[in-house]
């Protein structure tokens, strides 16, 4: 069997760290149990300055069609007005593939990267999953009499029974492989229509998973024991918005942005994984990116096919080299973004 990857570095630090994922990948190739060809896309910033060309035509109906995966790097370059690129390739891939789970793992791996005072490995280790092809980043709304005092500026947060309820069934599922706790966090207090569909949905769900612990918190108060008691969570599953903020808020207690990982997920679809960081202009071109987010989401990817055996070898060897602070300055470590992902072939060797 051939599992057929897109490969897009798209911009800055994105197309970085994505050649030491690919070397990752390269190098476990051997090992895996099907073959895997890469196919590697020139899509971002350049590319629009040089063509106008966003995502090609025929690019999404041959990456649902025949491709199982996609690795990405990251978009955003100053130089495209409003980021109409990253708009057409990341978000509309999200929505058109229908990855409908963001799933973000908020593991802390080392001791010494946590600035909460008195956590340990053993108090941080949580999976989030974020709604991704809802809620208030759908793009509807509009504005009225822009520009001038009275203007009306409008974003509509959706909420579908059926978008819900699967993110929901997702985490309880995942859940069962795991400690077996779901928290489902919301704002249904004061949004009372659109989280009021998910409270009512998480209580009937929680019936058919009655071996899974439910509860739930507002997004208020999940960020704050977040910080205050991130041992309380297990499995935390919430919208679009709220899980884009948790999750930052989640890589900042594990070390940061450099490290954090996530798939944007169809079971049984072509699924596209990709490290939570941007392009970090600040930083593009310098050799100072952390790779490991890129690389921990290679080890989501191969998971995703079917690889568990490599994944767990990669995360094992993130942990190792984390671990032994062979990473780059961002962890306090001082290697470049090559020596980096270097450490990391040789953790795996
Ligand atoms: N998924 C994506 O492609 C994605 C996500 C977020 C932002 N963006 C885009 O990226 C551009 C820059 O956005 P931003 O600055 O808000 O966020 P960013 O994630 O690019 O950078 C935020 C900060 O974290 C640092 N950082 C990020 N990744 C790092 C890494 N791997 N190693 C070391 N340090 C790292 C950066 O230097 C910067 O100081 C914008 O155009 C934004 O729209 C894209």
Same mark, same amino acid.
């Given at each position: ?10 911009? $800055? ?51 649902? =069609? ?8 990251? !978009?955003? =370059? ?18 058109? +593939? ?28 949580? !999976?989030?999953?974020? @709604?991704?092809?809802?809620? +208030? ?27 819900? @309820? ?41 019936? =058919? ?70 392009? /970090?202009? =600040?930083? /593009? ?20 096919? $079917?690889?568990?055996?490599? /994944? ?18 961002? !962890? $306090?470590?001082? +290697? ?14």
């Amino acid at each position: 069997m051939k599992n057929k990857v897109a490969v897009v570095p798209g911009d $800055g630090i994105g197309v970085e760290v994505t050649a030491e994922a690919v070397k990752v990948l390269e190098a476990l190739a051997p090992s895996l149990r099907t073959s895997i060809e890469l196919v590697h896309y020139d899509w971002g910033a350049e590319r629009w300055l040089k063509d106008r060309t966003t995502l090609p035509e025929g690019a999404f109906e041959d990456l649902r =069609d025949h491709h199982q995966a996609i690795l990405f790097g990251a !978009l955003g =370059d100053p130089r495209v007005p409003e980021q109409i690129h990253a708009r057409d390739i990341l978000l509309g891939l999200r929505f058109r +593939l229908d990855l409908y789970i963001n799933l973000r793992p908020v593991k802390l791996l080392d001791d010494r990267l946590t600035p909460l005072r008195g956590k340990t490995t053993r108090d941080i280790d949580m !999976l989030v999953l974020r @709604e991704n092809t809802e809620g +208030l980043y759908v793009g509807v709304g509009g504005n009225f009499k822009k520009g001038t005092p009275d203007e009306i500026a409008i974003n509509e947060d959706v909420n579908t029974r059926k978008g819900v @309820e699967r993110i929901l069934r997702a985490a309880f599922e995942m859940a069962r492989g795991r400690r077996k706790k779901v928290c489902m966090s919301d704002k249904a207090n004061a949004l009372t229509y659109a989280h009021g569909l998910w409270q009512r949905a998480f209580k009937e769900i929680a019936v =058919d998973y009655k071996d899974v612990e439910a509860s739930h918190l507002y997004v208020d108060v999940a960020a704050m024991e977040m910080v205050r008691a991130p041992e309380r969570f297990d499995v935390l599953v919430t919208s679009n918005m709220f899980g884009d903020i948790l999750t930052d808020l989640g890589a900042a207690i594990v070390g940061g942005l450099g490290l954090a990982a996530s798939g944007n997920i169809h079971p049984g679809r072509c699924s596209l994984f990709e490290p939570v960081h941007g392009s /970090a202009p =600040d930083i /593009a071109g310098k050799g100072l990116a952390n790779p490991l987010g890129a690389i921990s989401s290679t080890a989501m990817m191969l998971r995703h096919l $079917g690889e568990e055996s490599a /994944a767990t070898r990669i995360e094992a060897a993130v942990e190792r080299v984390v671990k032994e602070s062979r990473v780059t300055r961002d !962890l $306090g470590g001082k +290697l470049s973004t090559q020596e980096c992902g270097k450490s990391v072939l040789d953790a795996l060797a």
